[in-house]
């Protein structure tokens, strides 16, 4: 258990709806990361909070988007869903602002289902 | 441009086999590099990671990597694969400034009895 929580586990929408994962990192983590795994993409990064700000953004579409709240959970929101963003996401956390030392723990991800 | 490269999307060794899974990345830094392993339904769990202290890593679960700057390698080896060992292994990489960590395709691991 690596101490980060996700919730759902599982999560099966329809097309055109708009959902929201939930991310609590481990206690004393200020960052936040976001990955998203899907079979032809691999494992890709889409945005890191620290202490409530954005800090770095990848391959995030602009119908995805996410914060990081005052208690440091993060939340992160998929709307005008499409077949194609059905994938494993996953969120991790860290101690410092994501310099390059700095370990990312992994929570057990949430299985997008867009039907 | 920046990459990570792993050799081989499935490995199948005997059980008491030596395991060895291939990484090599692309940077113009000394990145720093990790090994994640994802068990089925399950998320990913860090292995080792090399931050530049020293060039042969020790890991969890009896797992290993060494950092070749000449060969820009990181592969992982375990001297006796076990049946626990079954599951999907990552090698990642943080090549710059800033958290981003950069994953390869991934590597399947099969123990056979």
């Known amino acids: 258990d690596s101490g980060v929580t996700q919730t759902p586990k599982h999560l099966i929408t329809a097309t055109g709806q708009r959902v929201t994962l939930r991310c609590s990192p481990r206690?004393?983590?200020?960052?936040v990361y976001w990955y998203q795994q899907s079979l032809d993409q691999g494992l890709q990064f889409l945005i890191q909070y620290y202490n409530g700000e954005e800090r770095a953004k990848g391959n995030i579409l602009e119908r995805f988007s996410a914060q990081q709240f005052p208690d440091l959970h993060s939340e992160l929101n998929l709307s005008s869903l499409e077949l194609g963003d059905s994938a494993l996401y996953f969120c991790?956390?860290?101690?410092?602002?994501?310099?390059?030392?700095?370990?990312?723990?992994f929570g057990p991800g949430t299985r997008l289902t867009v039907l | 441009a920046q990459s990570v490269t792993q050799l081989g999307s499935h490995v199948s060794v005997s059980e008491g086999a030596l395991v060895l899974l291939r990484c090599n990345y692309s940077s113009s830094v000394p990145p720093y590099l990790f090994w994640y392993v994802q068990y089925p339904n399950q998320g990913l769990q860090l292995l080792l990671k090399?931050?530049?202290?020293?060039?042969l890593v020790k890991g969890i679960n009896g797992f290993e990597a060494e950092f070749k700057k000449s060969e820009t390698s990181f592969h992982l080896t375990k001297p006796s694969a076990h049946m626990s060992d079954a599951a999907e292994y990552f090698c990642?990489?943080?090549?710059?400034?800033?958290?981003?960590?950069?994953f390869g395709q991934g590597t399947e691991l099969s123990v056979k009895p």
């Open positions: 990642a990489a943080i090549l710059n400034q800033g958290g981003k960590l950069i």
């Open positions: 991790a956390s860290s101690v410092g602002a994501g310099t390059r030392s700095d370990t990312q723990y």
């Open positions: 090399y931050t530049s202290a020293a060039t």
């Open positions: 206690s004393g983590d200020l960052s």
